[in-house]
């Protein structure tokens, strides 16, 4: 079973960035695909970005296109998501999720292995 732990969220101001680390383990994660979701107080949980491990291909919600990268390091069995030009409205705790597949799912309820959350605030 997957075991996934966010990191690096914190407070910044709009314009700034953040990186958020997102570390796997009791896995291989050749077959999966990692997602990044956010959910703000008293909203749904969102999709933001996933990534294919095999190969490294990517998908993002339109509203972090050109400001968020989501990346990996298969030797650190890490995925990341680099949080550019941050706006007020990307203030949430943000959680990396997991599952092994193919297509690029955007719905919490597809991803089968979740981490605790890390908060991010953007101040403006």
């Known amino acids: 079973q997957v075991q996934l732990v966010e990191s690096g969220g914190g407070l910044v101001q709009a314009g700034g960035s953040l990186r958020l680390s997102c570390a796997a383990s009791?896995?291989?994660?050749?077959?999966?695909?990692m997602g990044w979701f956010r959910q703000a107080p008293g909203k749904e949980r969102e999709f933001v970005a996933a990534?294919?491990?095999?190969?490294?291909?990517?998908y993002y919600e339109d509203s972090v296109k050109g400001r968020f990268t989501i990346s990996r390091d298969n030797a650190k069995m890490t995925a990341y998501l680099q949080m550019n030009s941050l706006k007020p409205e990307d203030t949430a705790v943000y959680y990396c999720?997991?599952?092994?597949?193919?297509?690029?799912?955007?719905?919490?309820?597809?991803?089968?292995?979740w981490g605790q959350g890390t908060q991010v605030t953007v101040s403006s």
């Open positions: 999720a997991g599952r092994i597949g193919t297509y690029f799912y955007t719905l919490p309820r597809e991803y089968e292995y």
């Open positions: 009791g896995g291989t994660l050749s077959r999966y695909i």
């Open positions: 990534i294919r491990w095999s190969g490294g291909s990517t």
